[in-house]
């Protein structure tokens, strides 16, 4: 009861999160359209939502709360690992805001030297996204640790707020000052998430954490473990990622129906895989600590039943309705019906690898649980490197949609490999095993 309670508490969270989400691309698919504006805000908000989703997806909870959960001085521990996250983060963002015609220029390698020049400075506003979300994320993993999900959950709606009110206040005017106005307000954003969750932890007594003492005490154990979290939690995201970097070698628009097709195919995931995988986390961890496999197992066994049967729904819906999806969504202005049909084929791509992606993240989390951060990496480098490969092969006869199926087959290979680690014997058992 209390799993479900609490998969119920993200999933309403991400949904409402979400709703204003499709808002947002609605309005940005209206005014922005598919094209070289688009691509462009797509590109610089690419990277620091790159690292929003590693981070707050999983990553640093999945390293943190396992080392948070064992350490006798939570206190010093916590403000340590804070600080130096911290100091490291705001010294990257300086380097990009720096470097930023060059980061773009590795980002999105297809951009000629004007389209660059257009997208460098929108790179380095929505970098500064990155601490503020890091922040957000520490401050979230102390929250879950204490059985508190709804602050994190509904927080991701003042984001989407933010950008919505940039679009309408901005609709009116040059389509590049339009990015500026998006630019800004991911700042603005991400700056009222850091708020209401600085108020939830004075709520849950938690702000004692920020003693900001014991900068230069080590922990090498734990960044270890965190770097190879980073590493096995990356693989969809990176894949994402991946999928940007190569269309910016196909014809104007082709990030955009990426993007657009790719947000449709994050709501599912993340309303129903990631929002029981956050759920999920705290409980295996804390019965794996107490040597309770058992219990452990029987949390699993009823998580991945009820993602099964729901993505499994999501995915015929999606499929059936996609281009129907598509045109209710984002058919309006400056998107016309052609972009409606290449999106649609792409999210197509997407939706058949809804499943597995899904499953292996409530697999990975066992391994994750016994601290083997490691193997959870590599067999995300190992989908990673097919992914890869597929895409090389599919790019040039399929264009973006080869792209998208490309990932999707990676999630199968992805699947495959968390199951072998899990054991596939163990896995059978735990389809049919009762547990008292």
């Not at 590693?54 to 939570?74: D, L, M, R, S």
């Not at 690992?81 to 963002?93: K, N």
């Not at 930023?100 to 590795?106: D, E, G, L, Q």
């Not at 067999?379 to 973006?400: D, E, Q, R, T, V």
């Amino acid at each position: 009861m209390m799993l479900k309670k609490m998969i119920f508490t993200n999933s309403a969270g991400i949904l409402v999160s979400r709703i204003l989400g499709f808002i947002r691309d609605l309005l940005t698919a209206s005014f922005l359209g598919a094209n070289i504006y688009s691509d462009i805000f797509f590109v610089a908000f690419k990277l620091p939502n790159l690292f929003r989703r590693i981070f707050a997806e999983g990553a640093f909870t999945q390293a943190f709360i396992p080392a948070y959960a064992k350490n006798k001085h939570k206190i010093k521990f916590s403000s340590v690992i804070f600080l130096q996250f911290i100091a490291f983060i705001m010294f990257l963002s300086l380097l990009v805001t720096l470097f930023s015609k060059f980061v773009t220029h590795i980002i999105a390698l297809g951009f000629d030297e004007k389209t660059i020049d257009l997208a460098a400075p929108l790179l380095a506003i929505n970098f500064y996204y990155l601490p503020l979300i890091f922040m957000v994320t520490f401050m979230a993993t102390l929250l879950q640790y204490k059985k508190h999900f709804a602050t994190s959950a509904f927080s991701t709606a003042l984001l989407n707020l933010s950008l919505i009110t940039a679009l309408l206040l901005a609709q009116n005017f040059d389509k590049y000052i339009m990015t500026y106005y998006l630019s800004y307000a991911v700042i603005i954003g991400g700056s009222l998430q850091v708020l209401v969750h600085i108020l939830a932890l004075k709520s849950n007594n938690l702000l004692k954490i920020f003693t900001f003492r014991n900068f230069f005490v080590k922990q090498n154990k734990f960044y270890k473990s965190f770097i190879h979290s980073t590493l096995g939690n990356s693989m969809i995201h990176l894949s994402a990622f991946l999928d940007t970097f190569l269309a910016s070698y196909l014809i104007a628009g082709s990030i955009s129906y990426l993007y657009y097709a790719n947000r449709i195919f994050q709501l599912p995931l993340a309303l129903f895989a990631i929002a029981t995988s956050t759920a999920l986390f705290p409980m295996i961890a804390r019965a794996i600590r107490n040597n309770d496999e058992t219990k452990a197992l029987h949390l699993m066994k009823n998580a991945s039943q009820i993602l099964f049967i729901l993505l499994s729904i999501s995915t015929i819906i999606g499929i059936v309705f996609n281009e129907f999806i598509v045109e209710i969504l984002f058919q309006r202005g400056s998107f016309l019906q052609e972009d409606s049909k290449n999106t649609a084929i792409i999210l197509f791509m997407y939706l058949l690898g809804l499943l597995p992606f899904g499953i292996a993240k409530i697999f990975s989390l066992w391994l994750y649980a016994h601290e083997k951060q490691l193997c959870a990496a590599k067999i995300s480098m190992k989908a990673l490197s097919f992914n890869i490969i597929f895409s090389l092969l599919l790019i040039k006869p399929y264009g973006a949609a080869g792209l998208a199926f490309a990932s999707t087959l990676s999630g199968y290979v992805l699947l495959y490999l968390t199951l072998k680690e899990f054991g596939f014997n163990k896995f059978l058992t735990l389809l049919w095993q009762k547990f008292s």
